[in-house]
């Protein structure tokens, strides 16, 4: 059973870090690009950052370009976000998902075949 879970999610002031995790399990772990999307209230979903696990090549969106890094830990099947320099305008829902086509910026969230449950990231102004 493929299995995504995310968890590092919380309430941090603006200006401060976070690092979420998305553990994986259940698929071969190099043969997928996992990504990260978010959706804030009343919003939809936005592709955030994306790494092909085979080649460690990697996206992020024009918003978090340079704050948020993608990485991934092999020996654990576990990808990380790590968020600096928070917004308000970062506060969602981060959800991580798996998809075998290649990572790309612009994070077509149809190819993406499996989901997490979500995280939630609360910037306080």
């Known amino acids: 059973e493929v299995q995504l879970v995310e968890s590092g999610g919380g309430l941090v002031q603006a200006g401060g870090s976070l690092r979420l995790s998305c553990a994986a399990s259940?698929?071969?772990?190099?043969?997928?690009?996992i990504a990260w999307f978010r959706q804030a209230p009343g919003k939809g979903r936005e592709g955030v950052s994306c790494?092909?696990?085979?080649?460690?090549?990697?996206a992020y969106a024009d918003s978090v370009k340079g704050r948020f890094t993608i990485s991934y830990d092999n020996a654990k099947s576990t990808v990380y976000l790590q968020m600096n320099s928070l917004k308000a305008e970062d506060t969602a829902v981060y959800y991580c998902?798996?998809?075998?086509?290649?990572?790309?910026?612009?994070?077509?969230?149809?190819?993406?075949?499996?989901w997490g449950q979500g995280t939630q990231v609360t910037v306080s102004s």
């Open positions: 259940g698929f071969t772990f190099d043969d997928y690009t």
């Open positions: 790494i092909r696990l085979s080649d460690g090549s990697t």
């Open positions: 998902a798996a998809s075998q086509y290649a990572c790309s910026p612009y994070f077509r969230s149809y190819e993406y075949t499996y």
